[in-house]
């Protein structure tokens, strides 16, 4: 079992930074792929981020990239994602997932991640 808890949204004016935290109970943390996911009411749930166990791999979806870093620090049992030079169409909630299969915290197996945290708020205004 893992337990996972996000922190560090708010608010932020376009072209701003925020560093979004997530961090994770469980000893067995640094065996679980991360990702981080983002979705608003009444939208889709959208992939943004992933890091493999290892942190060898990471993936970003095409409206991150070059903006968006993820890093994990299995030591912390933490995973972050570092939002640079935010634009309005990131305001979303953003949740963190982890799985065993890296498919999973890429969006791209046949359902989620087997875990979630609560999510935190990201507002950019212009």
């Known amino acids: 079992q893992v337990q996972l808890v996000e922190s560090g949204g708010g608010l932020v004016q376009a072209g701003g930074s925020l560093r979004l935290s997530c961090a994770a109970s469980?000893?067995?943390?640094?065996?679980?792929?991360m990702g981080w996911f983002r979705q608003a009411p009444g939208k889709e749930r959208e992939f943004v981020a992933a890091i493999s166990w290892g942190t060898a791999r990471t993936n970003y979806a095409d409206s991150v990239k070059g903006r968006f870093t993820i890093s994990r620090d299995n030591a912390k049992n933490t995973v972050y994602l570092q939002m640079n030079s935010l634009k309005h169409e990131d305001t979303d909630g953003y949740y963190c997932?982890?799985?065993?299969?890296?498919?999973?915290?890429?969006?791209?197996?046949?359902?989620?991640?087997?875990?979630w945290g609560q999510g935190t708020q990201v507002t950019v205004f212009s």
């Open positions: 997932a982890a799985d065993a299969r890296y498919s999973k915290v890429i969006g791209t197996g046949a359902s989620g991640p087997d875990y």
């Open positions: 469980g000893r067995t943390f640094s065996t679980y792929h």
